[in-house]
């Protein structure tokens, strides 16, 4: 096996695959980056039995070939070199990289060891804008469990496709998140749900470019998103997703709408006096046109306000600072509207307009003050 191509282009390469590679099962072959020439192309691999990347780099071709080298390695080596080209010369399992003065010869892996990526065929194809993507995720991203403490299926985000719709909805057990947008799309419906380390990385390879696409292909098991030259291949999550549309009140004794930048700031100013380990409740209190913030620690108590229009009974209410900004600072609106019904009940953020986006956010009980 032997090739040349453009360096910088197969470091870029090498960096975005090997998210890929596995960190945490320590087998050789996965810690590394499958790389096949065919006639005048360079594929690379990286794939940890759940999630796989792979992209294709034109190359000048003198004998095709495979090979595994070590992901961590390569990416080091290709980083440094010195000439905008580099030749890779392979026998065997013997590697030597070649670049202006520089040579280097390491060992490889036999590419009959690596494992094969999972197909997807006969799936649902779908076409998405990369800018209104890259959008609905950091609108519902924010609000999927992570590992530790939740339902598996619900450290994924969920996809729903109907007619001309696309919703993907992200639940953790303390708040929910929807986003709803219109998309060409008149298949049968469907819906999916996807880790959220997949939807990370996916994130990382989108361009806020109007004009492209993502292409999406759903299987049983596995989801392929195609994006520019990459394919980024994933498992599915499987299990009972929360019912969110019964998770969400239908009604409201209090609707405030308020300009959100206001709301966040006035909820950052708690932050110096909450104890990072410990969950000290932010107090919101909604009536005669304000919305008063308070807290106190062993740090100490900080009391704001900001205007805000209330409409309704007078409420009070704790939240946990992180979740509510979380949701303020996706709402991506100049101003909002957040519907209650009482201290025990979850309070509703939406635009004021339309039905883009619905965030919930579970109160914290609040202690009795002096």
Do not use: W
Not at 137 to 147: C, E, H, I, K, M
């Amino acid at each position: 096996m032997k090739f040349t191509c453009n360096t910088k282009e197969l470091s870029d390469a090498c960096s975005n695959v090997m998210r890929a590679v596995s960190t945490k099962v320590t087998i050789p072959t996965i810690e590394g980056i499958l790389m096949e020439c065919g006639s005048d192309t360079l594929s690379l691999t990286g794939y940890d039995f759940e999630f796989g990347i792979n992209t294709t780099l034109q190359a000048s071709v003198v004998e095709p070939g495979a090979i595994v080298i070590n992901a961590k390695v390569i990416s080091d080596i290709i980083r440094k070199l010195p000439d905008p080209k580099v030749t890779f010369d392979i026998s065997g399992t013997s590697v030597s990289i070649i670049s202006g003065a520089v040579q280097y010869n390491i060992m490889g892996i036999d590419a009959d060891d690596y494992p094969e990526l999972p197909s997807v065929s006969g799936g649902y194809p779908l076409f998405l804008n990369q800018t209104i993507l890259q959008s609905m995720v950091s609108q519902t991203l924010f609000a999927v469990a992570d590992n530790e403490y939740s339902k598996p299926v619900h450290t994924g985000l969920k996809f729903e496709l109907t007619l001309n719709q696309l919703k993907l909805i992200g639940v953790d057990g303390y708040r929910l998140a929807i986003r709803t947008e219109p998309v060409q799309y008149d298949g049968e419906d469907i819906s999916f749900i996807v880790p959220k380390k997949t939807i990370r990385e996916l994130t990382k390879l989108l361009t806020l470019d109007d004009d492209k696409n993502i292409s999406i292909s759903v299987g049983k098991r596995h989801i392929v998103f195609d994006v520019d030259n990459y394919s980024i291949i994933s498992r599915l999550l499987d299990g009972d997703f929360l019912d969110y549309n019964a998770a969400v009140p239908k009604t409201a004794s209090t609707t405030i709408l308020i300009n959100t930048q206001d709301a966040i700031n006035c909820i950052e100013r708690t932050l110096p006096v909450i104890e990072n380990d410990k969950k000290n409740p932010i107090r919101c209190l909604f009536e005669n046109d304000e919305m008063r913030v308070s807290t106190v620690s062993s740090l100490g108590r900080v009391v704001d306000h900001t205007h805000a229009n209330v409409s309704g009974d007078r409420v009070e209410i704790g939240f946990n600072s992180k979740f509510i900004l979380d949701a303020l600072h996706a709402a991506d609106t100049d101003q909002i509207k957040i519907e209650l019904n009482s201290a025990t009940s979850p309070a509703k953020i939406l635009p004021l307009n339309d039905d883009g986006f619905l965030f919930l956010v579970l109160p914290m009980r609040l202690k009795n003050e002096n």
